[in-house]
Protein backbone atom coordinates (compact mmCIF):
# COMPACT_ATOMS: atom_id res chain seq x y z
CA UNK A 1 0.00 0.00 0.00
CA UNK A 2 2.93 2.28 1.05
CA UNK A 3 4.28 1.53 -2.72
CA UNK A 4 1.59 3.90 -4.23
CA UNK A 5 1.61 6.56 -1.64
CA UNK A 6 4.03 9.62 -2.05
CA UNK A 7 6.40 9.70 0.96
CA UNK A 8 4.43 11.26 4.30
CA UNK A 9 6.54 13.64 6.30
CA UNK A 10 7.35 12.58 10.02
CA UNK A 11 8.37 14.60 12.14
CA UNK A 12 11.42 13.94 14.21
CA UNK A 13 11.78 12.06 17.24
CA UNK A 14 12.34 13.61 20.60
CA UNK A 15 15.80 12.21 21.89
CA UNK A 16 16.92 12.03 25.89
CA UNK A 17 13.58 10.62 27.72
CA UNK A 18 12.48 8.22 28.66
CA UNK A 19 9.88 4.97 27.75
CA UNK A 20 7.97 6.30 31.10
CA UNK A 21 8.45 9.79 30.89
CA UNK A 22 6.82 9.60 27.00
CA UNK A 23 4.28 7.49 27.96
CA UNK A 24 3.10 9.46 31.13
CA UNK A 25 3.43 12.96 28.78
CA UNK A 26 1.38 10.51 25.96
CA UNK A 27 -1.25 9.59 28.15
CA UNK A 28 -1.67 12.74 30.44
CA UNK A 29 -4.59 13.49 28.67
CA UNK A 30 -3.61 16.15 26.49
CA UNK A 31 -2.68 16.18 22.98
CA UNK A 32 1.28 15.89 22.65
CA UNK A 33 1.76 14.43 19.66
CA UNK A 34 5.26 14.68 19.65
CA UNK A 35 5.49 12.64 22.74
CA UNK A 36 3.29 9.90 21.38
CA UNK A 37 5.02 9.63 17.82
CA UNK A 38 8.42 9.38 19.67
CA UNK A 39 7.12 6.49 22.02
CA UNK A 40 5.73 5.29 19.55
CA UNK A 41 8.60 4.60 17.48
CA UNK A 42 10.27 3.77 20.79
CA UNK A 43 7.75 0.76 21.30
CA UNK A 44 8.38 -0.32 17.62
CA UNK A 45 12.27 -0.53 17.65
CA UNK A 46 12.18 -2.30 21.08
CA UNK A 47 9.73 -5.19 19.44
CA UNK A 48 6.67 -4.34 21.15
CA UNK A 49 4.07 -3.80 18.63
CA UNK A 50 0.78 -4.36 20.85
CA UNK A 51 2.03 -1.52 23.23
CA UNK A 52 3.05 0.59 20.10
CA UNK A 53 -0.54 -0.28 18.71
CA UNK A 54 -2.26 0.87 21.60
CA UNK A 55 -0.75 4.22 21.90
CA UNK A 56 -1.08 5.16 18.52
CA UNK A 57 -4.95 3.85 18.45
CA UNK A 58 -5.57 5.81 22.46
CA UNK A 59 -5.19 9.00 19.55
CA UNK A 60 -6.75 7.72 16.54
CA UNK A 61 -9.80 6.54 17.95
CA UNK A 62 -11.20 9.51 19.30
CA UNK A 63 -9.19 12.21 18.72
CA UNK A 64 -8.33 14.27 15.65
CA UNK A 65 -4.30 13.53 15.37
CA UNK A 66 -1.81 14.58 12.56
CA UNK A 67 -2.65 12.85 9.49
CA UNK A 68 0.13 10.59 9.64
CA UNK A 69 -0.58 8.88 13.05
CA UNK A 70 -3.27 6.62 10.73
CA UNK A 71 -0.61 5.80 8.68
CA UNK A 72 1.34 4.71 11.73
CA UNK A 73 -1.99 2.75 12.72
CA UNK A 74 -2.03 0.82 9.36
CA UNK A 75 1.79 0.14 9.92
CA UNK A 76 1.44 -1.39 13.29
CA UNK A 77 -1.69 -3.26 12.05
CA UNK A 78 0.98 -4.69 9.24
CA UNK A 79 3.56 -5.48 11.55
CA UNK A 80 0.78 -7.76 13.20
CA UNK A 81 -0.17 -9.12 9.66
CA UNK A 82 -3.47 -8.47 10.23
CA UNK A 83 -3.96 -6.96 6.87
CA UNK A 84 -7.83 -6.03 7.15
CA UNK A 85 -7.43 -3.15 9.93
CA UNK A 86 -4.07 -2.18 8.47
CA UNK A 87 -6.07 -1.61 4.90
CA UNK A 88 -8.89 -0.27 7.11
CA UNK A 89 -6.14 2.45 8.88
CA UNK A 90 -4.90 2.75 5.56
CA UNK A 91 -7.67 3.79 4.36
CA UNK A 92 -8.57 6.10 6.89
CA UNK A 93 -4.90 7.91 6.07
CA UNK A 94 -5.84 8.23 2.73
CA UNK A 95 -9.52 9.77 3.20
CA UNK A 96 -8.15 12.35 6.04
CA UNK A 97 -5.03 13.54 4.02
CA UNK A 98 -7.84 14.55 1.22
CA UNK A 99 -9.13 16.93 3.80
Do not use: C
Not at 13 to 28: F, V
Not at 38 to 62: E, K, M, P, V, W
Request: proline share 4%; net charge positive.
Amino acid sequence: MEKYDSKTVLPPEETGQSLERLRDRAYRGTNDFSAAYTLYRQQINHGSIDDALATIRHFTFNRNPPVYFHLLEAQAWAAKNNWEKSWNAWSKFEEVKQK
